[in-house]
Nanobody
Framework: QVQLAESGGGLVQTGGSLRLSCTASRTISNIYTMGWHRQAPGKQHELVAVIDNGGTTNYADSVKGRFTISRDIAKNTLYLQMDSLNPEDTAVYYC?????????WGQGTQVTVSS
C-alpha cells in the first residue's frame, strides 16, 4: 500500500511563504494527475492546484499567481510553493495522486496564516 507523507505546514504571518512537500513511499506508475486540496473550517473542500502527467498545471482562481505546484519524479515528491499567504489560505492541505492503481491521499498538513 502506497503512503503519502506530507510536510511543510505551519504558522506564518500574512504575506509570508511556505513550501509543502508530499512524498510517496514508493514509485507510483501510470499516474494521471497529482495535486493539492484544502479544507478550511466551515468551507467547502477546494481543489487548489493540479499537475498532470505531461506537466500541465492548473490552479484555483483564489491562488493563481501566488501558489506554484511542481514535482520531482526521481524523488517521488510533489511540492506546493505558497507565497503571499493571507488568512483565507488557512486550512488543512491534502496531497493526492490519481493513478491507474487508484487514488492515494496524504494525511493532511495544517497551514495557519495569522493577520
Amino acid at each position: 500500500q502506497v503512503q503519502l507523507a506530507e510536510s511543510g505546514g505551519g504558522l506564518v504571518q500574512t504575506g509570508g511563504s511556505l513550501r509543502l512537500s508530499c512524498t510517496a513511499s514508493r514509485t507510483i506508475s501510470n499516474i494521471y494527475t497529482m495535486g493539492w486540496h484544502r479544507q478550511a473550517p466551515g468551507k467547502q473542500h477546494e481543489l487548489v492546484a493540479v499537475i498532470d502527467n505531461g506537466g500541465t498545471t492548473n490552479y484555483a482562481d483564489s491562488v493563481k499567481g501566488r501558489f506554484t505546484i511542481s514535482r520531482d519524479i526521481a524523488k517521488n515528491t510533489l511540492y506546493l510553493q505558497m507565497d503571499s499567504l493571507n488568512p483565507e489560505d488557512t486550512a488543512v492541505y491534502y496531497c493526492y495522486i490519481s493513478s491507474l492503481q487508484g487514488p492515494y491521499w496524504g494525511q493532511g498538513t495544517q497551514v495557519t496564516v495569522s493577520s
